[in-house]
Structures are given as C-alpha cells and as structure tokens.
C-alpha cells in the first residue's frame, strides 16, 4: 500500500503562484510514476503533469494548458513529488489530487488516464481569482 498526501493548496489571485507537494509513504518501491490530477466541479478529472521517478528519474509530462506554467519535480530522499505553478490562472481553479502506479504508467503512454493509478491522495484545493 501507498499513501500520499497533498499539501499546498490555497487562494491567489491571477498571475501568481503556488507550490504543490505530495508526500509518499509505505511500499513505494513500485509507484515510481507520480502524476498530478485537476477536477473542477462539473468537469472530468484531467491529467496535469507527471513524473518517471525510476531509473535515475526525471522524465516529466505535461498537459499542453500547463506547459510553460507548471513544473513538477521530485526529492527522492524525501519521497515527495512537488508542482511548481506559476501564472495561475482562474481556469486552473480545482481540487488537485497526486496519484502513484507504477513506472509503466509513465512511460507507457497513458500517464493522463486517471484510471490506471492505483493510489491516491485527498486532495488539496486551489482556488484562482481574476
């Protein structure tokens, strides 16, 4: 089993930024695929960005509406994944979830179908004004 927990979430206004963390614990050895989920009220929940944590690490994936705002990134030693986003916009309004599965999920093309994590985190809310 897997457990994460999100922290970070908040109210800004447009234009600024916040910082999103995930913190992994129990058997992590086989969740080294990390992904960032959205889901505004009413709407699907979507894929936001995601990281291939094995092999050394680093490979990341975006989504194109974030590409060039948002960065994820990890910190092995602390098994925390963060999102970094800037220039928040009201549309990036949402509950945020991190989601663990293992490293095909990455790399296998399907690091967006929230379907294929096994495990996930309660969430944290963000919350973006004009």
């Known amino acids: 089993q897997v457990q994460l927990v999100e922290s970070g979430g908040g109210s800004v206004q447009a234009g600024g930024s916040l910082r999103l963390s995930c913190a992994a614990s129990?058997?992590?050895?086989?969740?080294?695929?990390m992904g960032w989920f959205r889901q505004a009220p009413g709407k699907e929940r979507e894929g936001v960005a995601a990281?291939?944590?094995?092999?050394?690490?680093?490979?990341?994936y975006y989504a194109d509406s974030v590409k060039g705002r948002f960065t994820i990134s990890q910190d092995n030693a602390k098994n925390t994944v963060y999102l970094q986003m800037n220039g928040l916009k009201p549309e990036d309004t949402a509950m945020y979830y991190c989601a663990a599965d293992h490293g095909p999920t990455c790399w296998g093309g399907s690091w967006s179908s929230s379907d294929d994590y096994a495990y996930w985190g309660q969430g944290t809310q963000v919350t973006v004004s004009s």
């Open positions: 990281i291939y944590t094995g092999g050394g690490g680093g490979v990341t």
């Open positions: 129990g058997y992590t050895d086989n969740s080294d695929c």
